[in-house]
């Protein structure tokens, strides 16, 4: 019987790379992993893999859509890809410097004080007009 794996990252990233050849819209993180599964001849990718490995390697633009959590904002990391998050500062009403956004620089998750929690990712692949 053959063992079927998962796809490594180099596989992963050729698979997006061919996606890439027409400008495409991808409505959501599990239709870009049946998408890129069709290049990985039976080998299984995760989607929260896939996604964090598109947007390193920056193949995809991505679009988030959010709901407000009940939480206060804790991660240092980026929840989207995983890259260290930036705070943003402003000024309370005593003037002190306060935490008032949470930035990733890489696929431009935001957030503010209150969590934003991913639900649906769109992604955008391929050139640019
Ligand atoms: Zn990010």
Redesign the pocket.
């Known amino acids: 019987m053959v063992k079927i794996g998962f796809a490594s990252r180099e596989e992963i990233v050729n698979a997006i790379k061919s996606l890439s050849g027409d400008r495409k819209i991808v409505p959501s993180q599990r239709k870009l992993r049946d998408l890129v599964s069709v290049f990985l001849e039976g080998k299984r990718i995760g989607e929260r893999r896939l996604r964090k490995i598109a947007?390193e390697e920056g193949l995809v633009k991505?679009k988030i859509i959010y709901r407000e959590g009940k939480d206060s904002f804790n991660l240092e990391?980026?929840?989207?890809?995983?890259?260290r998050?930036s705070k943003v500062y402003g000024k309370d009403i005593w003037g002190r410097n306060r935490e008032v956004e949470f930035i990733?620089?890489?696929?431009?998750?935001r957030s503010g004080i209150r969590r934003k929690i991913p639900t649906r990712y769109i992604f955008y692949i391929g050139k640019k007009d």
């Open positions: 947007i991505v990391r980026c929840p989207v890809c995983g890259r998050i990733c620089k890489r696929c431009g998750y």
